[in-house]
């Protein structure tokens, strides 16, 4: 279950260097009673590791300014209808978009969010967060540390920056070990929007030799599945560009199980690809869009939420179940609280009319484009 310090208390991360400090092992609050075992019986039950996976976590402005209170920040509407089924995966991983750089707080284009946002994100029950982004240095390199230091007193396990070259390679690959499945976490971004990290920080960049020495490395550690999460392709595209296909075929082809995509700010689509050769299916999805900001343009106004079920049986993993929600962000504009919410489609119903209009156009577009486009997976609604 999630909940407040979820990453330290449901994640066991394993460093790839020795003497990196491992976050403390999951722990069952009850002993699970075993079932009887004939002396014939040589097989065991599957393991299996639910996750999920959110798009861009952003704070502009107008998201700081609603949730500005006289004692500081109040986030508790953003989450408060996803937050659930958030905590239902075992693992929750994010995009965190934006520098936790502290003052002065800024939206777009240098963004600085307030650290009571990445509070309410552990709260919600995200465990992961990829700082590999174009807007991790907007603050410099002494606000991409203060991110990290948040990050790192929040018990939150992170990948995609590093205050030197040591904690790079001893932190990237990221191992997360979880009900027996080890899982090997990569994360890469296209660009820092012009701005150079500041000797010794560290971010990294998508460069293909580089991250064929990654997977090298992930391999190394025998992970069930290695994931990669890149920032990739063109803002407001809803398709991808030949670029990102051409890159998730290679990573494919070195070793990369699933790939997880971000950066265009609106939704792409999703692949399930089988694998005849390696017996396996493979998730790819270009653009999980925003999760929440406060950009209001055609099809930035959404994104979504992908599911995915890994099953080790034998030693062998595979893919056992995969599927997606759509997710509108509601905004100060259309709501008597004045305040920005992440809405589910099981709620359009309970929105004021001008909401629902601009949600029910979200979905008609959202669903268009999959129906077109996607493969092997389906929409699910909570």
Request: proline content about 5%; aromatic content about 6%; overall charge neutral.
């Amino acid at each position: 279950m999630h909940g407040l310090h979820a990453s330290a208390q449901r994640l066991r991360i394993a460093a790839l260097a020795l003497g990196m400090m491992c976050l403390p092992a999951c722990t069952a609050s009850q002993p699970r009673e075993e079932a009887p075992v004939q002396e014939e019986q040589t097989d065991t039950l599957p393991a299996t590791l639910s996750l999920i996976f959110v798009g861009d976590l952003m704070q502009h402005q107008s998201q700081i300014d609603a949730a500005m209170r006289k004692e500081g920040f109040d986030y508790s509407a953003s989450f408060r209808h996803v937050a659930q089924e958030i905590q239902k995966s075992d693992i929750a991983i994010g995009n965190l978009e934006c520098a936790m750089g502290g003052k002065p707080y800024a939206g777009y284009p240098c963004f600085s969010a307030p650290d009571e946002f990445l509070h309410a994100i552990r709260d919600a029950g995200v465990d992961v967060l990829s700082t590999a982004n174009n807007h991790c240095l907007d603050r410099g390199s002494k606000g991409g540390l203060r991110t990290i230091h948040l990050l790192d007193s929040l018990s939150i396990p992170h990948l995609g920056t590093y205050p030197d070259s040591a904690r790079q390679a001893a932190t990237h690959p990221l191992i997360i070990e979880k009900n027996g499945i080890k899982l090997a976490l990569i994360a890469y971004t296209y660009a820092t929007n012009g701005i150079k990290a500041t000797p010794p920080f560290r971010v990294n960049y998508i460069d293909e030799k580089q991250i064929a020495q990654d997977i090298a490395r992930a391999k190394s550690q025998q992970p069930d599945a290695i994931i990669a999460l890149m920032h990739w392709g063109e803002e407001y595209h809803s398709l991808p560009s030949k670029a990102q296909k051409t890159l998730a075929d290679k990573l494919f082809s070195q070793g990369v199980t699933h790939i997880i995509g971000s950066h265009p700010h609106v939704v792409q689509p999703i692949e399930l690809r089988t694998d005849s050769a390696a017996a396996t299916r493979r998730l790819l999805v270009y653009s999980l869009g925003n999760f929440i900001s406060g950009m209001s343009a055609n099809k930035t106004d959404g994104g979504l939420m992908v599911r995915m079920t890994l099953e080790k049986h034998r030693q062998k993993t595979t893919l056992k179940h995969a599927d997606y929600s759509l997710v509108w962000t509601l905004r100060p504009a259309h709501n008597a609280l004045k305040d920005y919410s992440l809405i589910p489609p099981s709620h359009i119903d309970s929105l004021q009319p001008s909401a629902q209009y601009l949600f029910r156009r979200f979905l008609k577009q959202a669903r268009t484009l999959f129906e077109q486009h996607n493969t092997g997976i389906a929409e699910k609604e909570f």
